[in-house]
């Protein structure tokens, strides 16, 4: 009995430290890119990218680490990519709105922030992370 509490325990505490890592991730990688250890950033965005293609906060990022890198090429493929699965998609297409910028497409940029920020804006108003 006291053997199978100890495996419980240490099974619930395993557990709890694996979401807390992954609760982490993204302020870590977010760290990195600002920080410019963008290798790093890279890592910790490509990871969680291929554990879930649908986490849009960490493509978001991962669009972002591109663009610190000087690779807006791989940015614009990921955004467009992330775009045609999920349209409504506030932070990407402010991503795409910043690859527009640099490509000196100042209209299609203004026109995918404000899709986002009317996107974003719900009961309780604009969402500021957005």
């Given at each position: ?15 709890l430290?694996?979401s ?12 990195h890119?600002?920080a ?15 554990t ?35 349209g ?34 719900g ?8």
């Amino acid at each position: 009995m006291k053997r199978m509490k100890i495996t419980i325990t240490v099974l619930v505490a395993g557990l709890l430290g694996t979401s807390t890592v992954m609760a982490q991730s993204i302020p870590e990688g977010v760290n990195h890119l600002y920080a410019e250890r963008n290798k790093s950033a890279k890592e910790t965005f490509d990871k969680l990218v291929a554990t879930n293609p649908n986490n849009l906060e960490a493509v978001y990022w991962l669009g972002q680490t591109y663009i610190a890198m000087e690779d807006v090429k791989s940015a614009r493929d990921l955004y467009s990519k992330t775009l045609q699965a999920n349209g409504n998609a506030p932070l990407i297409l402010v991503g795409m709105g910043h690859v527009n910028l640099i490509d000196g497409k100042k209209d299609e940029a203004r026109q995918m922030f404000e899709t986002a920020i009317n996107l974003s804006t719900g009961k309780k108003g604009a969402d500021i992370g957005v």
